[in-house]
Structures are given as C-alpha cells and as structure tokens.
C-alpha cells in the first residue's frame, strides 16, 4: 500500500482517480489545487503525487518544482487535457516520471502508470537501504544447548510487535539475532535497516537517525531520508544503544511514545512505521544509577530482553561456525576451498574468545593470509595470550602443533614433504618445527 496525494481542481476527476486508486489498496488524500497540495506535502508524506498540469493559482509544473526541490524522493505523474509534446517534455525534465493524457482512458491506464512509479520509488528505496548495509552474516546457532532458550525467545517474540533488547558481550552476534527476528517476523518483506550508535559521530548521528531538511545545517545541500524512514514498513535496529547522547535519548523517546517524528530542520510530521529492536554490552540499570541512561527509555525498549552468551558458552557453536566464516574469507580472498586442519579446530574449539565472533572472524582472516597452502595449520593462528589460554586440562598450542606434525608423519610413512603438505606448511617451516620439537 503507498500514500498517493490526487490533485486536480475538478471534483469529479478528482474523485473517481482517488476511488480507483484507494481500490486498488492504496491510501488516497485529495487536493483541489497546487496551494492545497502543497500545505498537505509539507505537513505529512506521500509514496507518489498525481497532480494536473493545469490549474488555477499554483499549477502542476509549479507544485512539481517544489517537490523536487523540498522532496526529491516522492515520485510525481502528471495529468495534462492538453497533452502537447512540449508540456510533456517540461515536465518529464522537471523530474516527473511519467504524464498521463486527459480524458484517461479508465482505471487500467492509471493503474498501469502509478504501479511503475511506485516500483521505481520501492527500487529507489531497496538501494538506498543496500547501499547503507551490505554485509554478510552467519547463522544464529548451529545447535549449541546454550542457543535453545535463546533462539526459543526470539522465535516466540518475532511474531508480535513488542520492543526487544539484546544484551550480551561485543561480538556475540546481536545484530545477527535482530536479524533473524525480522525475519520471523510479519514484516519480513520490509527492509531491515541498522543503526550503530557508536560509530556514527553525536552531531551527525540524529540527522542520520531522522534525516534533514535542505539548508537544515551547514552542508545540508539537499533533503536526505533518514535510516528510520528507510525503515518504514520494517524493523529499526538501534545497535550500542547505550552511546546514545542523553539529547537524542530524549527524542528518541518521544518517537517511541508517539510514533511519529520530523526531520532535522523540518516542520513535517513523519510516521515511524517500524518494529524496534535495541543492543547492548553494557549494563543499562547501571548507567541509569550514574546519569548517563534514561530510566523511561529503558523502560519503553526493554519490554522483551534477551541475554546472548558468549561464544566461550557455547562451544559446540565454534567449529560450523568457524567453517561458516572461512567459507567467507575464501570467497572475498578469491582462495575457495580453504579448511581447517583437525589440529587447527582442536585449538580454534579451546580457545577462550574473549571477543567472540568478531575476534574469531578476524583470527581465520589472518590465518588464511598466513597460509599457503589451502589447509590452516595452527601455526597460521595468530592469537592473543587471553584467547589462546587453556582451559584446565587442555593442551596447550605447542603440545598441539607437536601432536599433529607427530600425526601427520605417521600418517605419511615420515615422508616430511607429505606431512607439510598435508598440514599446510612450507616445508622450510616445517623443518624449523621438526628441530624446535626434537623430532628430526
């Protein structure tokens, strides 16, 4: 369904368009002239305005003017009874997307036209949003006991319109969790759009939040949609909530309350047409104790809350995942085919992985530009002193590395160049292992 503004000065036409139009599922507003239009697009906002070119006082190609200029975004059709080639070339340089010739032929025609304008608008839309996030991310959970009751929650929430709050350490896949609760959701066919509050600067984040008007602040060159109007139809994703500034933590409040918003440096009234979704890693009840968090807005997000351990909690999660994400880095690094040595999962499954996900993302990364072969050995491993410290009664990484080269030369009839091979090292490098364990 899109908002459609049906502007002409004569009644009847004006009517029987909106009627057609409000059957075809859309939501219809009339207007009887240019002036008329114009109060009714700058206090409320439309998908597409289907205005006559002639009318009395503010004509078509005037209001058409204004809106390229005020809302280049909302796609404009145009009616003209003196279907010229010159008016409708003017118009169509003006940015109108396509005119339609009085008397019109009936509602096929006008249905034919408008559903095209609206496609190029949802186009315009899916871009933008594409443009803005275009990562690729793993699976929820692989199975692990820790991810039941999570993935139970989620599954149970997503159906319903209710404000969910994921909390858990940095890199624990909470945006990959929001993401699969819009996908569970009612609004699964409506864009997906995420919001990181830490990474955006406080005097650009509420312009990137609501968007702005023309001239709203120094370098506002023209009207930019804001990611929540991006969003409309789907859900909003507020990653790092709590690096809100306490300002826009008030605004945000009364967009939560209110449903409704306005750009930065502009008077018209936006709807929030959008399921909410909030994370964190920091403990919101403790900010509130310090100042720094609002006690109602917590209270407005934290309606459902969902707790995402750490990826050290969910072991049986690491070894599919780390394949999931390999798979990955061998595509972006054109080297297909890439794996895991059986010593180098053992090291991966024991590690602490203080920085989850995201550390264990960045630790094959690197591993598969050690490599070069297409098998990661762990020596390709490249890990910090708090991520590659044993749990008790596990090996450590040089036991490890020592028991697999002793493998692979059993297995190889001590063939050295065979077990290098097999375990992914040049043999140069093998050789400095057989003599730093003694097995030469």
Not at 303 to 327: C, S
Not at 365 to 372: F, G, S
Not at 406 to 424: D, I, P, Q, W
Request: proline letters at 5%; aromatic letters at 4%.
């Amino acid at each position: 369904m899109a908002r459609i503004l049906v502007v002409d000065d004569e009644e009847g036409l004006r009517e029987f368009l909106a009627e057609a139009l409000h059957d075809d599922g859309h939501a219809t507003v009339e207007a009887a002239d240019g002036e008329e239009a114009l109060r009714l697009v700058r206090a409320s906002s439309f998908d597409l305005v289907l205005t006559d070119l002639r009318m009395p006082g503010l004509s078509g190609l005037d209001l058409l003017r204004r809106l390229r200029a005020e809302q280049p975004e909302t796609e404009v059709v145009v009616m003209t009874a003196y279907g010229t080639v010159e008016s409708a070339v003017e118009a169509m340089k003006l940015g109108a997307y396509d005119y339609l010739q009085k008397p019109i032929s009936g509602p096929g025609e006008l249905r034919l036209v408008v559903n095209r304008a609206l496609e190029r608008r949802a186009l315009v839309d899916l871009r933008d949003r594409t443009a803005r996030d275009t990562s690729e991310r793993p699976p929820l959970s692989y199975g692990d006991p820790a991810m039941i009751p999570v993935v139970e929650a989620l599954r149970r929430v997503a159906p319903t319109e209710a404000t969910v709050v994921l909390t858990g350490e940095s890199g624990t896949g909470k945006e990959v969790a929001a993401r699969a609760v819009h996908e569970w959701s009612r609004r699964a066919k409506g864009p997906f759009v995420a919001v990181n509050c830490a990474a955006i600067s406080e005097n650009l984040l509420e312009s990137e939040l609501f968007g702005h008007e023309k001239g709203a602040f120094t370098g506002a060159i023209a009207t930019r949609r804001g990611r929540l109007e991006l969003a409309a139809g789907g859900t909003f994703f507020l990653d790092e909530i709590a690096e809100l500034d306490p300002s826009l933590q008030a605004k945000l409040l009364r967009v939560l309350q209110e449903r409704r918003f306005e750009r930065v440096g502009g008077t018209r009234t936006l709807d929030a047409d959008v399921r909410w979704i909030a994370a964190t890693h920091q403990d919101l009840e403790t900010l509130i104790a310090t100042g720094k968090f609002r006690e109602d807005l917590y209270h407005r997000l934290n309606v459902f809350p969902v707790h995402l351990p750490a990826l050290r909690e969910r072991r049986k999660d690491i070894l599919p995942l780390a394949r999931t994400l390999l798979e990955r880095v061998g595509r972006e690094l054109g080297r297909p085919g890439l794996a895991l040595a059986p010593e180098t999962e053992t090291v991966l499954c024991a590690a602490d992985w203080p920085g989850n996900i995201r550390e264990l993302a960045n630790v094959l990364e690197r591993a598969a530009i050690l490599a070069d072969g297409p098998t990661l050995a762990p020596e390709h491993l490249v890990l910090s002193p708090r991520t590659s410290r044993p749990s008790p009664g596990s090996a450590t990484l040089s036991q490890l590395e020592r028991g697999a080269i002793e493998r692979a030369l059993e297995t190889h009839g001590g063939n050295r160049r065979k077990a290098a091979v097999s375990l992914g090292i040049p043999l140069r490098t093998f050789y400095d292992k057989l003599k730093r364990y003694e097995l030469v």
